[in-house]
């Protein structure tokens, strides 16, 4: 929570003339910018930031200071370095915000930007942001340009050209891609890469502004550019610094392959320009570039990612981690671990060789309990983030005791794959042996020249008390001062055995000699001992918490005085040494980034091992199909999020589709009766099928598809401008133009967003649609009990509905899929479970009765057969009689005529003796 903020801070007339006067003058920003200044010992924002930081950071506007030049007004709110700093993490990680930070203007108004932050850019906020936290996810940002491809100058072809940059990874990477107008491929790029910042040209063009509501509904922060941003001119020239070539490579970057994607370059050269990054030598040479191969990930878009709870919502109170497929699987013990499942959670594969590679490991993994655990419990969550260490050493702001966390790391390597040894020793595994043993003994061998230097440079002797220092023997003087600081160390110590006898308390036991990095040396004793210190005068009382009450006397103080001079000292003559360590561990950084990526790994496998073997019920190894096999078959799936809720009891359920027999299923019942939950649980067994992962299921049969799309629930995007109702066309559109044979589509209630005739209208067109035109796997859950009646028609479209039991007004859902439509509606009975007055209720029930379009269904002497064949026959009676009227319409009849030849043609409709036309007309008349 924000502590208070300071007020007692005040400006002269002359001072808030002059500020309120520039401030103005600042260029026009949006509202996602948060603008700070600098003023020495705190922070202040100003106007609209002020007054939204005191809203949503303080939780109160009474902290509001209005300060007046003339007419001029400026609302201003002081913010304390500690506030400044978890803000900002606030900001720039969950909002998605962007920052600037002007300085050097407190007291002259002569102020400059000195730093600007955004989702995508974090660069000069790292080191606030993750010095005591490791970075979870990764800032990439992207820049999307649409032109043409001058390869095919003859027939120039409309492409988008894509580019993102990532700073963590450190990784360059290109794409062009054909899109239809509603960039739905595009789309479904954005949320695989996982951007959190995209660059667009700055223009008003029709185009342009699709293209700004797609990536902003992909929960994107867009940042406007100016066109010339987009220029390639210098592009080949930054890339020669910015490329870590192969050695012994002429940097040329004109000879790249992926400078033939000229769209996609001009992306590129737009994020270099944002990010600045040729300005500082730390990034030259660094970068790798590679091309995205999109074809090779199934197509997963922003609306399937929102549909399935694949990723956590943002800024969502009480969220368990267990509602999303990411919260589910991250077991991950490392950092760059959870970075990696993050990835993969996005890209699902359609390569099978990959996917089963992945598979091999899990089942490898979940088949030896006690590796398994070892790995989990022990071995993984001692790996430092190797990613990021590397990193630090590349930029030169590495510290010794980072180089001690690489060696610490590395230390731990060996243990870890003796431990893979041993279960490939019982169970021999090739993909176990290639994936990780070989290369993790080979890495481990290209770093044994990096441990031995830090064991011969690094004093070990000190590390446990948290001191980084060289060892002595590297010169005389760092002998002399070594020499000195362990005299005034013995010094100490017996000033540990005088306070344990002033106090009369056990030395070493009850009374301890600690030192640490805020005080240096002290005594320590506990909570409960604390009263005898505080009690003697004798001691200068430091500070009291749960580990106890630290405190000095007079001579420990004088001591720790000169072995602070004396440390200072010594560090400050060890920095050439400590230099040239780091230097040399600089050439490790490739061996740390390959070695990041193995166990990065290697941990997201060991997580979906733990997910599988230890969930209500185990999940089990899905048997992978070709892509066009034309066959899914899943028996007693589970929702993987809703089994691991408190008191559910998961009743699981099948569905099998067959190219040519059985592509579409539409599922009705009453609400919560889990038809949601069904549809949702089949496409999440697809994704985790797809990124390696075993599957909720007691058997699983899945081919490799090209999407997973969905459109389930009716979120509201207003603040987007979209209506609920255009949301489901947008995404239902989307969903239509890329499903193939070899998708899986997932639809929930579509329709409801507009009157009953259209919704139900719109929806059998889409479903007769789905069905007979691109027959990808479908799962349709509707209220539109008249679209159950297409089973009739098309024999690829089957009828399911969740059982439900209904006796003395009660409602029982049973949670099981059926065969067959459900043949009642149970939104009365929803409504006395929903405590509605009996009065309401009641009414209900009344207008039920007159209003009831299936009346014949309540008749139990029809059968279900008849039933069937009656209202059809009915819906054509009905429609042929509404063909006649509109012919007799169009016959220019004089009234008396015209009323003559309807009554006859009411007579005709009468005469045919349909039950569920005569029930519709006793309602009308």
Same mark, same amino acid.
């Given at each position: 929570?924000?502590?208070?903020?300071? /007020?007692?801070?005040?400006?002269?007339?002359?001072?808030?003339?002059?500020?309120?006067?520039?401030?103005?003058?600042? =260029?026009?920003?949006?509202?996602? %910018?948060?603008?700070?200044?600098?003023?020495?010992?705190?922070?202040?924002? #100003?106007?609209?930031?002020?007054?939204?930081?005191?809203?949503?950071?303080?939780?109160? &506007?009474?902290?509001?200071? %209005?300060?007046?030049? *003339?007419?001029? %007004?400026?609302?201003?709110?002081?913010?304390?370095?500690?506030?400044?700093?978890?803000?900002?993490?606030?900001?720039?990680?969950?909002?998605?915000?962007?920052?600037?930070?002007?300085?050097?203007?407190?007291?002259?108004?002569?102020?400059?930007? !000195?730093?600007?932050?955004?989702? *995508?850019?974090?660069?000069?906020?790292?080191?606030?942001?993750?010095?005591?936290?490791?970075?979870?996810?990764?800032?990439?940002?992207?820049?999307?340009?649409?032109?043409?491809?001058?390869?095919?100058?003859?027939?120039?072809?409309?492409?988008? *050209?894509?580019?993102?940059?990532?700073?963590?990874?450190?990784?360059?990477?290109?794409?062009?891609?054909? +899109?239809?107008?509603?960039?739905?491929?595009?789309?479904?790029?954005?949320?695989?890469?996982?951007?959190? !910042?995209?660059?667009?040209?700055?223009?008003?063009?029709?185009?342009?502004?699709?293209?700004?509501?797609?990536?902003?509904?992909?929960?994107?922060?867009?940042?406007?550019?100016?066109?010339?941003?987009?220029?390639?001119?210098?592009?080949?020239?930054?890339?020669?610094?910015?490329?870590?070539?192969?050695?012994?490579?002429?940097?040329?970057?004109?000879?790249?392959?992926?400078?033939?994607?000229?769209?996609?370059?001009?992306?590129?050269?737009?994020?270099?320009?944002?990010?600045?990054?040729?300005?500082?030598?730390?990034?030259?040479?660094?970068?790798?570039?590679?091309?995205?191969?999109?074809?090779?990930?199934?197509?997963?878009d922003s609306a399937a990612l929102n549909a399935l709870s694949i990723i956590p919502v943002a800024n969502v109170t009480n969220f368990s981690k267990h509602h999303s497929v990411f919260g589910l699987l991250d077991k991950c013990r490392t950092s760059h671990g959870r970075r990696l499942l993050m990835q993969w959670v996005r890209q699902p594969l359609r390569d099978m060789n990959a996917i089963n590679e992945r598979h091999d490991i899990v089942e490898a993994l979940v088949s030896d309990t006690e590796v398994r655990h070892e790995l989990f419990d022990d071995h993984l969550r001692r790996i430092p983030d190797f990613q990021s260490l590397s990193?630090?050493?590349?930029?030169?702001?590495?510290?010794?005791?980072?180089?001690?966390?690489?060696?610490?790391?590395?230390?731990?390597?060996?243990?870890?794959?003796?431990?893979?040894?041993?279960?490939?020793?019982?169970?021999?595994?090739? &993909?176990?042996?290639?994936?990780?043993?070989?290369?993790?003994?080979?890495?481990?061998?290209?770093?044994?020249?990096?441990?031995?230097?830090?064991?011969?440079?690094?004093?070990?002797?000190?590390?446990?008390?948290?001191?980084?220092?060289?060892?002595?023997?590297?010169?005389?003087?760092?002998?002399?001062?070594?020499?000195?600081?362990?005299?005034?160390?013995?010094?100490?110590?017996?000033?540990?055995?005088?306070?344990?006898?002033?106090?009369?308390?056990? !030395? #070493?036991?009850?009374?301890?000699?600690?030192?640490?990095?805020?005080?240096?040396?002290?005594?320590?004793?506990?909570?409960?001992?604390?009263?005898?210190?505080?009690?003697?005068?004798?001691?200068?009382?430091?500070? &009291? #918490?749960? $580990?106890?009450?630290?405190?000095?006397?007079?001579?420990?103080?004088?001591?720790?005085?000169?072995?602070?001079?004396?440390?200072?000292?010594?560090?400050?003559?060890?920095?050439?040494?400590?230099?040239?360590?780091?230097?040399? $561990?600089?050439?490790?950084?490739?061996?740390?980034?390959?070695?990041?990526?193995?166990?990065?790994?290697?941990?997201?496998?060991?997580?979906?091992?733990?997910?599988?073997?230890?969930?209500?019920?185990?999940?089990?190894?899905?048997?992978?199909?070709?892509? *066009? %096999?034309? &066959?899914?078959?899943?028996?007693?799936?589970?929702? =993987?999020?809703?089994?691991?809720?408190?008191?559910?009891?998961?009743?699981?359920? +099948?569905?099998?589709?067959?190219? +040519?027999?059985?592509?579409?299923?539409?599922?009705?019942?009453?609400?919560?009766?889990?038809?949601?939950?069904?549809?949702?649980?089949?496409?999440?067994? $697809?994704?985790?099928? #797809?990124?390696?992962?075993?599957?909720?299921?007691?058997?699983?049969?899945? =081919?490799?598809?090209?999407?997973?799309?969905?459109?389930?629930?009716?979120?509201?995007?207003?603040?987007?401008?979209?209506?609920?109702?255009?949301?489901?066309?947008?995404?239902?559109?989307?969903?239509?133009r890329r499903a193939t044979s070899n998708s899986l589509v997932i639809i929930d209630e579509l329709g409801r967003g507009t009157s009953t005739y259209e919704g139900c209208g719109i929806a059998s067109a889409i479903v007769e649609y789905l069905a007979k035109d691109l027959k990808p796997f479908t799962l349709f859950a509707t209220h539109f009990h008249e679209l159950t009646l297409l089973a009739e028609e098309i024999p690829t479209i089957h009828n399911l509905h969740v059982s439900a039991m209904t006796s003395q007004d009660k409602l029982t859902h049973l949670y099981q899929v059926k065969s067959g439509a459900c043949d009642q509606s149970f939104?009365?009975?929803?409504?006395?479970?929903?405590?509605?007055? =009996?009065?309401?209720?009641?009414?209900?029930? /009344?207008?039920?009765?007159?209003?009831?379009?299936?009346?014949?269904?309540?008749?139990?002497?029809?059968?279900?057969? +008849?039933?069937?064949?009656?209202?059809?026959?009915?819906?054509?009676?009905?429609?042929?009689?509404?063909?006649?009227?509109?012919?007799?319409?169009?016959?220019?009849?004089?009234?008396?005529?015209?009323?003559?030849?309807? /009554?006859?043609?009411?007579?005709?409709?009468?005469?045919?003796?349909?039950?569920?036309?005569?029930?519709?007309?006793?309602?009308?008349?």
């Open positions: 929570m924000a502590s208070k903020p300071s /007020q007692n801070f005040s400006l002269d007339k002359q001072q808030v003339a002059t500020f309120i006067t520039y401030y103005k003058s600042l =260029p026009e920003k949006p509202a996602t %910018t948060i603008r700070f200044f600098n003023r020495g010992e705190f922070y202040t924002v #100003h106007g609209s930031d002020a007054i939204f930081t005191a809203r949503e950071w303080f939780k109160t &506007t009474s902290f509001i200071k %209005t300060y007046t030049s *003339g007419e001029d %007004t400026l609302e201003s709110l002081f913010v304390n370095k500690g506030n400044f700093e978890a803000y900002i993490r606030d900001l720039l990680l969950v909002r998605h915000y962007r920052v600037e930070v002007y300085t050097g203007g407190s007291k002259t108004n002569n102020w400059t930007l !000195e730093f600007k932050g955004s989702p *995508g850019n974090l660069t000069q906020f790292e080191e606030l942001l993750f010095e005591n936290v490791d970075q979870i996810e990764g800032s990439a940002v992207i820049a999307i340009r649409v032109g043409t491809n001058s390869q095919n100058k003859a027939n120039p072809i409309k492409v988008v *050209g894509i580019a993102l940059l990532d700073c963590i990874e450190q990784k360059m990477s290109l794409c062009e891609i054909t +899109d239809d107008e509603y960039f739905s491929n595009t789309e479904a790029l954005i949320v695989q890469l996982a951007a959190k !910042e995209c660059l667009l040209v700055s223009d008003n063009s029709p185009e342009g502004e699709i293209l700004k509501k797609v990536i902003e509904r992909s929960g994107v922060l867009v940042t406007l550019r100016k066109r010339t941003d987009f220029s390639v001119d210098n592009l080949a020239q930054d890339l020669n610094r910015l490329i870590k070539f192969k050695e012994g490579q002429q940097p040329n970057a004109m000879a790249l392959p992926q400078m033939n994607m000229t769209v996609a370059a001009s992306s590129l050269a737009a994020i270099i320009k944002y990010l600045d990054l040729t300005s500082n030598q730390e990034n030259f040479a660094q970068f790798n570039i590679e091309t995205i191969e999109n074809q090779c990930l199934v197509h997963v990193k630090k050493l590349q930029r030169n702001r590495a510290t010794m005791q980072d180089c001690y966390r690489v060696y610490q790391g590395v230390s731990k390597l060996p243990s870890l794959v003796q431990t893979l040894k041993s279960s490939n020793e019982e169970n021999p595994h090739t &993909t176990l042996q290639t994936v990780f043993i070989n290369t993790l003994e080979e890495q481990i061998k290209d770093m044994s020249k990096f441990q031995e230097m830090l064991e011969s440079t690094l004093d070990m002797t000190l590390v446990d008390r948290g001191e980084f220092l060289i060892k002595p023997e590297f010169d005389d003087e760092l002998k002399e001062m070594r020499s000195k600081m362990d005299n005034l160390e013995s010094k100490m110590k017996k000033q540990l055995t005088a306070a344990a006898a002033e106090l009369g308390l056990p !030395e #070493h036991k009850s009374i301890k000699l600690e030192s640490n990095g805020q005080f240096g040396f002290f005594f320590r004793v506990s909570l409960k001992e604390g009263k005898l210190v505080t009690q003697n005068k004798e001691f200068d009382l430091l500070d &009291t #918490h749960k $580990a106890g009450v630290r405190f000095r006397n007079s001579k420990l103080t004088d001591l720790n005085e000169d072995y602070s001079e004396l440390r200072k000292q010594y560090l400050e003559h060890q920095k050439d040494i400590v230099s040239e360590v780091i230097g040399v $561990a600089c050439g490790y950084c490739n061996t740390l980034q390959y070695l990041s990526s193995i166990l990065a790994t290697l941990d997201v496998l060991v997580s979906f091992a733990v997910v599988a073997a230890s969930a209500p019920t185990p999940y089990v190894r899905p048997k992978m199909l070709p892509s *066009g %096999t034309g &066959t899914m078959n899943l028996k007693q799936a589970r929702h =993987p999020c809703v089994e691991m809720q408190d008191s559910v009891s998961y009743i699981p359920n +099948d569905v099998r589709f067959q190219q +040519d027999s059985a592509t579409l299923y539409l599922i009705t019942g009453p609400n919560m009766g889990g038809k949601s939950t069904y549809i949702r649980s089949i496409g999440i067994v $697809a994704l985790l099928a #797809h990124i390696g992962s075993f599957v909720p299921c007691e058997e699983a049969e899945i =081919p490799i598809l090209d999407a997973i799309l969905a459109r389930v629930g009716a979120n509201d995007s207003q603040i987007k401008g979209m209506s609920t109702f255009m949301v489901e066309m947008v995404e239902t559109s989307s969903i239509i939104g009365i009975h929803v409504a006395k479970i929903a405590k509605f007055p =009996p009065q309401v209720v009641q009414d209900a029930e /009344q207008k039920l009765e007159e209003l009831e379009d299936f009346l014949i269904m309540e008749d139990k002497s029809i059968s279900d057969e +008849d039933k069937t064949k009656i209202l059809k026959e009915g819906t054509n009676i009905i429609d042929e009689f509404l063909v006649k009227c509109k012919d007799l319409k169009s016959q220019n009849l004089s009234k008396n005529e015209f009323s003559s030849k309807f /009554q006859a043609l009411k007579d005709d409709v009468k005469n045919k003796k349909n039950i569920y036309v005569e029930a519709l007309l006793n309602k009308v008349l």
